[in-house]
């Protein structure tokens, strides 16, 4: 059965530090994985994917299948990056499946 | 392009009331999915409309049903309110056949029932 889990519900890391995001994952299949956040009264987006490999503000995600992991990693964190981030991964019946989020607070 | 549309934002209701959620599509986009997301949870796949038809559903019981139009918007209805129904809705629309595979979501509608 598809799973996405995010181990860490609240994440704190002062200004400049390195951050890291963790995303787990089961899935029959291959999967394609992504990362959406959630600014304050903002809604949901699209952060990056790894199909992509491309990095978003500085963030990045690799994808481990090997551990089953798709962990978010950022050199050096902004206060600008406080926000609820979800993993989430797309089945193929287009159905996508989240993550329970990470709250990340960014203190300066 | 106004993004993904839902009305109302918030609405209450009480046990056993029916509700019907509305969705518009981001412009050019003809698939709309429907989340529920309970408080301190993340997005719980309802289901899938495309061409006017329900192409997937995720675990939800029958009293979740839905509607795409021609013009691709969507309704989500629930019966038989339960509290646990209480949540934020999302809608969600995307291109299908598109370059990628984004989800453009809207702001969603706080149900809450009492």
């Known amino acids: 059965a598809q799973r996405v889990t995010q181990p860490e519900k609240l994440l704190s890391v002062f200004k400049g530090a390195p951050v890291e995001l963790k995303c787990n994952y089961s899935y029959s299949g291959s999967p394609e994985l992504f990362w959406y956040v959630q600014y304050s009264r903002q809604r949901l987006q699209l952060l990056l994917r790894?199909?992509s490999r491309e990095s978003i503000k500085g963030f990045t995600a690799d994808l481990n299948k090997g551990e089953t992991s798709f962990h978010l990693k950022k050199p050096f964190a902004q206060e600008e990056d406080s926000a609820m981030y979800y993993c989430a991964l797309i089945s193929t019946g287009n159905q996508f499946y989240f993550g329970t989020g990470t709250s990340l607070t960014v203190i300066p | 392009d106004a993004g993904v549309t839902q009305s109302p934002t918030h609405l209450i209701k009480t046990r056993g009331q029916q509700v019907t959620l509305r969705c518009s599509p981001k412009?050019?986009?003809?698939?709309v999915s429907w989340y529920q997301q309970a408080l301190g949870q993340g997005p719980q796949f309802i289901f899938q409309y495309y061409e006017e038809e329900e192409r997937q559903r995720g675990n939800f019981p029958d009293r979740f049903s839905g509607h795409q139009f021609p013009n691709y918007s969507s309704e989500l209805n629930v019966n038989a309110l339960l509290l646990g129904d209480s949540a934020l809705y999302l809608c969600?629309?995307?291109?299908?056949?598109?370059?990628?595979?984004?989800?453009?979501f809207g702001s969603g509608t706080q149900l809450s029932v009492l």
């Open positions: 790894h199909i």
């Open positions: 969600a629309s995307s291109l299908e056949g598109g370059n990628d595979e984004k989800l453009f």
């Open positions: 412009s050019g986009h003809d698939t």
